[in-house]
């Protein structure tokens, strides 16, 4: 076992793994085997279910001792500007799948990506992370073994066939409705099939709702690469669609049905999938499948309603935003612009009243990690396409002026500057269809989420609102 396996996860706070490398290199390496101790003596079953209902005794007895604990315990203040600022650093979510540290960024279970890179298994030597090692990292807590990740592989392609009335559902919609709209009238066709729907209305007993909660989420990740291709398919290729490949990974098939079978396109579609599957849960499609489902509402219909979520400007509208911003500067200042000349346009368009997309975000304060594994990719893969040298020269001039302006906490990159860029490099053009891969991505997170929601019981979500009149009131008056 690699020793790279093996970073200890740092539940305690951030960047604790980094600081005792750093500071305590003894403590560090004692770590490192004390895991390794405890991996060794894990049970190696590589069925899914079956390890999630072995850990969720433990996990239902800890929330408890924190209810009875720790149940009245204040973990935050809230101000006038959190209330009408989007609820903006307000702790009141419940979320164990993932963390998102100002410094660090995401943490998938404790781990941050370049772990997560390093450990998680791949489909080639070097290679990417495969979406379905992830899954069972967010699932069960635990880095998978190949075994186990190629068990699931073949779960997810024995769940992968669609029922033909989902075809009919999108037929029946005229070919230019965006992408995002057939993604979702899609995972909603789905619904019919629920198998949580249907323990609900037998009289199912909450300790089991997670049960069927996991066949649907599962069935439902499954199936979404081929709900995908099967929209781009029908979009942009006349509706020539290609069936799955019986020996592909989750996320490669994904890119074989669209078109894209050069191994570069492989790579990069399980790169994408791993990287995009979780931001912990205050994101809109995070917490509005979270609060959905807080209703009992299926996964199919609590999913549905994150992805409207996800289609929004604001949020995975935002990848292709970048990539028609870039190509506008492409088409202003050509493909090799200046770095003076490219600093004139960034100025120009804040000027103009507008934002530089792809910059900026609501919680971290550093380059986004999920940037920079997929600069790391192109330069990789694609050291010398120009759009991607366009990108590099961006991340070096917009942060400078973003600074300069002084209204900007974070002028660092996030994960939509780059991506829309990669999938143009492979063929993947059509701006308008990259929310509906950020989407595939994002049940892997939520969905996960979603079956612990169930297994811990947690209740239906209803924070308090209030009017102006008693912000006014609250505060002393006008």
Same mark, same amino acid.
């Given at each position: 076992?690699?020793?790279?396996?093996?970073?200890?996860?740092?539940?305690?706070?951030?960047?604790?793994?980094?600081?005792?490398?750093?500071?305590?290199?003894?403590?560090?390496?004692?770590?490192?085997?004390?895991?390794?101790?405890?991996?060794?003596?894990?049970?190696?079953?590589?069925?899914?279910?079956?390890?999630?209902?072995?850990?969720?005794?433990?996990?239902?007895?800890?929330?408890?001792?924190?209810?009875?604990?720790?149940?009245?315990?204040?973990?935050?203040?809230?101000?006038?500007?959190?209330?009408?600022?989007?609820?903006?650093?307000?702790?009141?979510?419940?979320?164990?799948?993932?963390?998102?540290?100002?410094?660090?960024?995401?943490?998938?279970?404790?781990?941050?990506?370049?772990?997560?890179?390093?450990?998680?298994?791949?489909?080639?030597?070097?290679?990417?992370?495969?979406?379905?090692?992830?899954?069972?990292?967010?699932?069960? %807590?635990?880095?998978?073994?190949?075994?186990?990740?190629?068990?699931?592989?073949?779960?997810?392609?024995?769940?992968?066939?669609?029922?033909?009335? #989902?075809?009919?559902?999108?037929?029946?919609?005229?070919?230019?409705?965006?992408?995002?709209?057939?993604?979702?009238?899609? #995972?909603?066709?789905?619904?019919?099939?629920?198998? *949580?729907?249907?323990?609900?209305?037998?009289?199912?007993?909450?300790?089991?709702?997670?049960?069927?909660?996991?066949?649907?989420?599962?069935?439902?990740?499954?199936?979404?690469?081929?709900?995908?291709? !099967?929209?781009?398919?029908?979009?942009?290729?006349?509706?020539?669609?290609?069936?799955?490949?019986?020996? !592909?990974?989750?996320?490669?098939?994904?890119?074989?049905?669209?078109?894209?079978?050069?191994?570069?396109?492989?790579?990069?579609?399980?790169?994408?999938? =791993?990287?995009?599957? $979780?931001?912990?849960? %205050?994101?809109?499609?995070?917490? =509005?499948?979270?609060? #959905?489902?807080?209703?009992?509402?299926?996964?199919?219909?609590?999913?549905?309603?994150?992805?409207?979520?996800?289609?929004?400007?604001?949020?995975?509208?935002?990848?292709?935003?970048? !990539? &028609?911003?870039?190509?506008?500067?492409?088409? #202003? &200042? %050509?493909?090799?612009?200046?770095?003076?000349?490219?600093?004139? *346009?960034?100025?120009?368009?804040?000027?103009?009243?507008?934002?530089?997309?792809?910059?900026?975000?609501?919680?971290?304060?550093?380059?986004?990690?999920?940037?920079?594994?997929?600069?790391?990719?192109? !330069?990789?893969?694609?050291?010398?396409?120009?759009?991607?040298?366009?990108?590099?020269?961006?991340?070096?001039?917009?942060?400078?002026?973003?600074?300069?302006?002084?209204?900007?906490?974070?002028?660092?990159?996030?994960? $939509?500057?780059?991506?829309?860029?990669?999938?143009?490099?492979?063929?993947?053009?059509?701006?308008?269809?990259?929310?509906?891969? *950020?989407?595939?991505?994002?049940?892997? %997170?939520?969905?996960?989420?979603?079956?612990?929601?169930?297994?811990?019981?947690?209740?239906?979500?209803?924070?308090?609102?209030?009017?102006?009149?008693?912000?006014?009131?609250?505060?002393?008056?006008?």
């Amino acid at each position: 076992m690699m020793l790279s396996l093996l970073v200890p996860k740092a539940r305690a706070g951030a960047g604790l793994a980094s600081r005792l490398a750093r500071t305590a290199p003894a403590l560090w390496q004692a770590a490192q085997w004390s895991q390794l101790a405890q991996q060794q003596k894990r049970t190696l079953s590589t069925d899914l279910r079956s390890v999630v209902a072995e850990k969720i005794p433990a996990q239902q007895e800890r929330l408890k001792e924190i209810k009875k604990t720790h149940g009245n315990k204040v973990i935050g203040d809230v101000t006038v500007n959190m209330c009408i600022g989007g609820m903006r650093g307000i702790n009141g979510m419940l979320w164990e799948t993932s963390l998102l540290d100002p410094e660090d960024g995401i943490r998938f279970r404790g781990y941050t990506i370049p772990e997560c890179q390093a450990a998680l298994p791949s489909a080639i030597p070097g290679g990417e992370p495969l979406p379905e090692g992830m899954l069972w990292l967010l699932m069960t %807590g635990e880095m998978p073994t190949q075994e186990q990740v190629a068990q699931v592989s073949l779960d997810l392609r024995k769940r992968s066939a669609l029922p033909p009335h #989902v075809a009919q559902v999108l037929a029946a919609m005229p070919a230019d409705t965006h992408p995002m709209t057939q993604f979702t009238q899609a #995972v909603l066709a789905l619904q019919t099939n629920s198998e *949580f729907a249907a323990a609900y209305k037998s009289g199912i007993h909450k300790s089991e709702y997670w049960k069927p909660y996991f066949e649907d989420s599962m069935d439902l990740i499954a199936k979404l690469p081929a709900i995908a291709s !099967l929209i781009y398919r029908r979009t942009y290729h006349g509706g020539n669609l290609i069936e799955a490949h019986p020996e !592909l990974d989750w996320a490669a098939n994904l890119s074989h049905m669209m078109g894209f079978d050069s191994e570069g396109a492989l790579e990069l579609m399980r790169l994408y999938q =791993t990287i995009h599957s $979780d931001h912990e849960g %205050g994101n809109v499609s995070a917490h =509005t499948t979270h609060l #959905v489902g807080s209703a009992l509402s299926d996964p199919y219909l609590s999913f549905a309603a994150g992805m409207t979520g996800l289609a929004g400007p604001l949020h995975g509208l935002a990848n292709q935003e970048v !990539l &028609l911003w870039i190509n506008n500067v492409r088409e #202003v &200042l %050509g493909e090799q612009p200046t770095k003076e000349a490219l600093t004139d *346009f960034v100025w120009d368009t804040l000027k103009n009243g507008k934002v530089v997309p792809g910059y900026g975000h609501a919680v971290l304060r550093l380059t986004d990690p999920r940037y920079t594994c997929q600069r790391e990719f192109a !330069l990789k893969h694609l050291p010398d396409d120009p759009m991607f040298k366009l990108v590099s020269l961006l991340y070096e001039v917009v942060p400078a002026v973003l600074k300069e302006t002084g209204k900007v906490k974070n002028p660092w990159p996030n994960v $939509d500057a780059h991506s829309g860029v990669l999938l143009q490099h492979y063929g993947v053009s059509e701006a308008n269809f990259y929310t509906v891969l *950020f989407g595939v991505s994002r049940c892997l %997170g939520v969905l996960s989420q979603g079956v612990w929601d169930r297994a811990l019981g947690l209740p239906i979500e209803r924070p308090k609102s209030l009017t102006m009149s008693v912000l006014e009131e609250l505060c002393g008056g006008k």
